[in-house]
């Protein structure tokens, strides 16, 4: 099976700064890669698909990128709100594994 | 509104078994594929199984394989996870999750979830 490997698993960054979560696939996977938002205390929210696309009422300032067994998610301005911790998952083949999450906080 | 409410989940023995539920309302169920994914406080997420809208495709992760079937009525707008010979390690918070189409693709709705405790 394809494993998922996100890195950092957590960081600390300061309001307005840009962070970068990677996201590498064992194996190529196309663009089959959704992104996930999880804030303390609720549920998972989707916010990126197809490695690159952003459903409606997701701040402009989440973005993803790549193909193949390398994605990122770049936050462009860190705001309080977006401390939450952030999960990659492939979609191309069952099983639709997760990444281990990588934790966002504020420095 | 879109809801999709888990029931079933409570304690239960080592080598036990468990049948969570989850009722969906507020969209046309059979037009999406279904997804059960867990959480264990303080840790990440991971896939248990999906459905496809017709049942005709079906998967697991390599934790639950063999022990866990997934399964759907879509004249009662339902999705279960018959859960099997439970380990310790299947204690967790399951969720039961929408797909964002009829087949095994990303989620874009999750419910509450229900916890599900192995111990004896």
């Known amino acids: 099976d394809i494993q998922m490997t996100q890195s950092p698993s957590s960081l600390s960054a300061s309001v307005g700064d840009r962070v970068t979560i990677t996201c590498r696939a064992s194996q190529g996977i196309s663009n089959y890669l959704a992104w996930y938002q999880q804030k303390p205390g609720r549920l998972p929210r989707l916010l990126v698909y197809a490695a690159s696309t952003s459903p409606s009422g997701v701040p402009s300032r989440f973005s993803g990128s790549g193909s193949g067994t390398y994605f990122t998610l770049t936050i462009s301005n860190l705001q309080p709100e977006d401390v939450a911790s952030y999960y990659c998952?492939?979609?191309?083949?069952?099983?639709?594994?997760f990444g281990g999450g990588t934790k966002v906080e504020l420095k | 509104e879109l809801q999709l409410v888990e029931s079933g989940g409570g304690l239960v023995q080592p080598g036990g078994s468990l049948r969570l539920s989850c009722a969906a309302s507020?969209?046309?169920?059979?037009?999406?594929?279904m997804h059960w994914v867990r959480q264990t406080p303080g840790r990440g997420l991971e896939w248990v199984s999906g459905i496809s809208w017709n049942s005709g495709s079906l998967g697991y992760g390599d934790s639950v394989k063999g022990r866990f079937t997934i399964s759907r009525d879509n004249a009662k707008n339902t999705l279960y996870l018959q859960m099997n010979s439970l380990r310790a390690e299947d204690t967790a918070f399951y969720y039961c999750?929408?797909?964002?189409?009829?087949?095994?693709?990303?989620?874009?709705?999750w419910g509450q979830g229900a916890p599900v405790t192995v111990s004896s």
């Open positions: 507020g969209f046309t169920f059979d037009d999406y594929a």
């Open positions: 998952q492939k979609y191309d083949s069952a099983p639709l594994t």
């Open positions: 999750a929408k797909d964002n189409s009829a087949f095994l693709q990303f989620l874009d709705f």
